[in-house]
Nanobody, 127 residues
Framework: QLQLVESGGGSVQPGGSLRLSCAAA????????IGWFRQAPGKEREGVSC???????TYYADSVKGRFTIARDNRNTVYLQMNSLKPEDTAVYYC?????????????????????WGQGTQVTVSS
């Protein structure tokens, strides 16, 4: 079974950058669509960005377009580069895996299709 582990979270000032990593074990991460989700206190978990298992397609929520970049390497790791961070980006960030890449936009807007989840990593943006 696929196991995911996030890392790279931390505290930064507004305008700063962080790179989150999602490392996979137990299966081949390239067999899955990988999504980054976040959950702020008192809010629902929301899709931030997804990358298809073929890497052909990516999706970004409107709130992060132009600031975040998702990528995957050949070593079972998916990254989320976050630039120009804002206080509203503060949340616990989770990576998750889905066994399909059909309709990536719709896929990334729901947690249901994602069957494996990491434990989460805290991102805090504050001055």
């Amino acid at each position: 079974q696929l196991q995911l582990v996030e890392s790279g979270g931390g505290s930064v000032q507004p305008g700063g950058s962080l790179r989150l990593s999602c490392a996979a074990a137990g299966s081949t991460e390239r067999d899955y669509t990988i999504g980054w989700f976040r959950q702020a206190p008192g809010k629902e978990r929301e899709g931030v960005s997804c990358i298809s298992r073929s890497t052909t397609y990516t999706y970004y929520a409107d709130s992060v377009k132009g600031r975040f970049t998702i990528a995957r390497d050949n070593r079972n790791t998916v990254y989320l580069q976050m630039n120009s961070l804002k206080p509203e980006d503060t949340a616990v960030y989770y990576c998750a895996a889905a066994g399909t890449e059909l309709n990536l936009v719709r896929l990334c807007q729901s947690t249901g299709p994602f069957t494996s989840w990491g434990q989460g990593t805290q991102v805090t943006v504050s001055s």
